[in-house]
């Protein structure tokens, strides 16, 4: 006998009737958006933006300190431009829960021009050498005052998190591309910028970055941002390392890793590991290598085989002094299981890590320093998401994404997580959450 075929539930009416008359009570569509505030405010975030940025010269509109949590909350929902402002007008339990009003995008883009300076890009390129093209503006008061704010949440997070007393630093220039007039051509032959950017690893926090044009050369002069990063530590780190690939194979920043009595940083030994450029005398040291010196490592591949060793090389360059300790130089070689059937690609890659250790966005405009407050008001935001994350959700939520956050949690579904203590801030009374 033949079974009637059963209806899918897709088939059947919808449940639900839409009411076209206005919700009584004012609500908001942003799950996840209070907890991102409560995390900022917890994090005394506008206490920090009074102290260092002082912009506004009359009373009238949104002050400093709004603006700055403002596009916290707009990188946190996941806005990506100033335009995104007008949604987040439109949401009105969301200016109800924030006690403020939210700024439209001609006065949020006027705000970030207060952080653009042309007589520091002016005076940066007078300062470059005979045929040198590539510059670094320095920063105008307001910028530099962002950055203290960054540097002051990075410590009030590692003030509740007085065990982690290891650093590992992740130096690296990133791509951002633009179609702005005014963005120049990266070596990938793209316009856009090249912020370099220094993460500590441990704690998946941003100590310090540096807005670049993307003409300027990933391992050019990276060794300012490397002791901003170390200078935002805070003293109970004891361990101190740094890890970065070819953009941080720069001279004068390996020298001072290297020099244990170096200025303007932790004193004593940082261990690190640099890819090193592959310079025609160190490829030759390379492939001088004998067969039985490589070893195999990393985990096993059906299509690869990955094998590393020791090279003996001494680089020529003027800077090597003679009271430092020889770098040690480690070969990585990449070579296909059956290399010989294959019709391309079948020559060994190498690779070289230079160390001490023994034990082997889319920018909102044409402006350098509106784009690099924007680019650093984005780092703000995802400290922010990392100590909420780190302080007050639970282990498995560690990784997760703005938008997984934004799913699991909506205004009544995150009072759990404060409960958990992490983050001292209360509800208000008429809170039911």
């Known amino acids: 006998m033949r079974k009637t075929p059963k209806s899918s539930p897709a088939e059947a009416d919808f449940l639900f009737e839409i009411d076209p008359e206005p919700a009584a009570e004012k609500l908001t569509s942003v ?3 209070p907890l991102l505030i409560r995390a900022l405010r917890s994090l005394e975030v506008a206490q920090s933006v009074a102290r260092h940025i002082k912009i506004k010269q009359r009373q009238r509109g949104s ?3 709004t603006f700055v949590e403002s596009f916290g909350l707009l990188n946190g929902v996941g806005g990506d431009c100033l335009d995104d402002f007008e949604h987040l007008r439109a949401d009105g339990g969301l200016e109800e829960m924030l006690g403020h009003a939210i700024p439209s995008p001609e006065p949020a883009r ?3 021009y207060e952080f653009h300076s042309e007589a520091h890009i002016e005076s940066a390129k007078e300062q470059r050498s005979l045929g040198e093209i590539a510059y670094i503006p320095g920063e105008n008061t307001a910028l530099h005052g962002l950055g203290e704010v960054n540097r002051d949440l990075v410590r009030e997070v590692s003030r509740r998190c007085p065990d982690q007393r290891i650093a590992t630093i992740d130096q690296d220039a990133t791509i951002i591309g633009s179609r702005k007039q005014e963005a120049l051509r990266t070596y990938e032959g793209e316009r856009g910028y090249q912020p370099m950017l220094a993460v500590w690893a441990e704690m998946n926090l941003v100590l310090a970055d ?4 993307g ?16 200078a935002a530590l805070p003293s109970t780190v004891k361990e101190f390392y740094c890890r970065g690939d070819s953009a941080c194979h720069e001279h004068g920043l390996v020298d001072w890793l290297r020099n244990e009595k170096r200025e303007d940083g932790p004193p004593g030994f940082i261990g690190f590991a640099i890819s090193a450029r592959m310079s025609p005398a160190l490829r030759m040291a390379v492939k001088a290598v004998k067969e039985e010196q490589w070893e195999a490592y990393g985990k096993a591949d059906a299509e690869v085989t990955r094998e590393c060793a020791d090279v003996v090389f001494v680089p020529g360059e003027h800077s090597e002094q003679k009271d430092l300790q020889p770098l040690r130089y480690v070969a990585v070689r990449v070579r296909h299981r059956q290399g010989g059937l294959l019709e391309e690609g ?21 402006r350098f320093g509106a784009n690099a407050a924007w680019l650093r008001l984005s780092i703000l935001t995802h400290n922010v998401l990392t100590a909420l994350k780190r302080l007050a959700l639970p282990v498995e939520l560690l990784q997760a994404r703005p938008k997984t956050l934004r799913f699991l949690f909506s205004i009544r579904q ?3 997580c404060i409960m958990r203590g992490a983050l001292s801030f209360a509800w208000p009374a008429t809170s039911q959450g």
């Open 63 to 65: 002050d400093e300190a």
């Open 31 to 33: 799950g996840g958006a």
């Open 414 to 416: 995150v009072g759990w």
């Open 215 to 230: 003409n300027v050369p990933a391992a050019y002069q990276g060794l300012a941002v490397a002791k901003a990063a170390y």
């Open 110 to 112: 006027n705000f970030l």
């Open 346 to 366: 079948t020559e060994d890659r190498h690779f070289a890590v230079l160390t001490n250790e023994l034990a082997a966005g889319v920018l909102p405009c044409g």
């Open 210 to 213: 540096e807005f670049r044009d």
